[in-house]
């Protein structure tokens, strides 16, 4: 796993932190979705303009990530922007974005 984290220059706590979303642990369905994006990604502070797009995922949707109630057309909807920003990164570093994303929906949205 070191030898994949130096290769794309990711730390092993966001290599580990995108392994415990992949396989759904310490999940909480109980969690519910703000109606807004809990800070934009477009609009970041001062303070976070030194994260990654990953690090800004994980810092202000992590516990949504977590719960498992945060799917990638949540995400497209509340902040674009930062989506586009994860998709970009990944590309220009050869991830797959499938592992830092949140998962496809999996229902349908209720309106």
């Known amino acids: 796993m070191d030898e ?8 092993p706590e966001l290599a580990a932190e995108a392994t415990r979303r992949l396989l759904r642990l310490d999940s909480d369905p109980s ?4 109606d807004v ?3 934009l990604w ?3 502070e001062e303070v976070d303009r030194e994260l990654t797009p990953i690090e800004f995922l994980n810092k202000y949707w992590g ?7 945060l799917f990638q057309r949540d995400l497209r909807e509340l902040d674009k922007s930062l989506f586009t920003a994860i998709k970009s990164y ?3 570093r050869k991830l797959n974005p499938i592992h830092f994303l949140p998962p496809p929906a999996r229902r349908k949205k209720k309106k």
């Open 4 to 11: 994949l984290c130096a290769e794309y220059d990711i730390s």
């Open 37 to 39: 994006a809990p800070a």
């Open 42 to 44: 477009s609009r970041r």
């Open 63 to 69: 516990k949504y990530l977590e719960a498992g109630t």
């Open 31 to 34: 969690l519910a979705l703000p």
């Open 90 to 92: 990944c590309q220009y």
